[in-house]
């Protein structure tokens, strides 16, 4: 249903039960790349996928977004003949961004021309306000992708499950996840049984929950964005964000980026807090940054 696949599409053997989503992204990385591959990571990003690269051995080949996302055009720019992988983070951590359906149909088609596995990193999937549906659009769901990507999701952003650490990978083929799971093994061995029954109750229980909860971080973020825009200065890559619960605006007019920002002279902002505390916070951003002109 998430990934708009057929029912039963999905077998049970194609999927490797991991402590959080991060470590389904390590032990991917691990199954996968070869020390000297290049895998093509968007920028800005989570930074544990860069260094998940690099920890096995890859090379971490970052690539800028366009107007906050990854482009297909950029991708066909990027890959050389030593590029293994493409990596997606849609809704994307920090810029809160979302990549089209029309987009993935552009980088499904360069995946297949340059063979490229596609890693998946779907974590705020369900997090969406966008106008393409309930869910943000995959590249699972596209003709063709199901054998070439490898698809990431946690329990910790939809259900607030962060602490209890469970995630999982959809692999290409039940062989796939044999040799993802093998890599897992030496990194923790398996998932405790007690946290796998929490996941049932809260995929199985209803959904009302996470309907409250998207309408309140789409609140939460009209707060923000709406309070960024009235700070002279100020911009937002990629515009107002349609999923996760961040905003990455540029803040590079006010000073040197090291002074108040992160070096590429933007803050990330998020807005899992109460909605008092958004309106309050931005206008205390407004407040510092006027101060600093």
């Not at 968007?42 to 920890?55: D, E, G, M, Q, S």
């Not at 107007?67 to 849609?90: H, M, N, P």
């Amino acid at each position: 249903h998430e990934w708009g696949v057929a029912s039963g599409s999905i077998s049970p053997e194609r999927v490797v039960v991991c402590n959080g989503g991060m470590e389904a992204v390590f032990a991917t990385m691990f199954a996968t790349v070869n020390p000297g591959d290049e895998v093509i990571v968007p920028t800005p990003n989570w930074p544990n996928i860069r260094w998940a690269v690099h920890l096995a051995g890859g090379i971490a080949k970052e690539v800028p977004c366009e107007a906050g996302v990854l482009t297909a055009e950029a991708i066909a720019a990027a890959s050389t003949s030593r590029t293994k992988a493409v990596v997606l983070s849609s809704p994307a951590n920090p810029l809160g961004t979302t990549t089209s359906t029309a987009e993935l149909v552009k980088i499904a088609a360069v995946a297949r021309e340059k063979d490229l596995l596609v890693m998946s990193d779907e974590t705020y999937s369900r997090l969406y306000f966008g106008d393409e549906g309930e869910v943000a659009p995959s590249i699972l769901s596209l003709p063709g992708m199901q054998e070439r990507c490898v698809v990431f999701g946690t329990f910790s952003k939809t259900y607030a499950m962060d602490g209890w650490r469970l995630g999982w990978a959809v692999t290409p083929t039940a062989a796939d996840a044999v040799q993802l799971a093998k890599a897992r093994y030496y990194i923790s061995a398996c998932s405790p049984t007690f946290t796998q029954h929490a996941a049932v109750t809260a995929l199985t229980d209803s959904q009302d929950c996470v309907t409250e909860m998207v309408e309140a971080y789409r609140a939460r973020r009209d707060v923000i964005v709406d309070g960024l825009a009235a700070i002279e200065g100020i911009s937002l890559p990629g515009g107002r964000p349609t999923g996760a619960f961040y905003a990455f605006p540029d803040v590079s007019k006010f000073g040197k980026s090291g002074d108040i920002a992160k070096g590429d002279g933007h803050i990330r902002i998020a807005y899992s807090c109460s909605l008092e505390d958004c309106q309050r916070g931005v206008e205390r951003l407004g407040k510092a940054l006027a101060a600093m002109r």
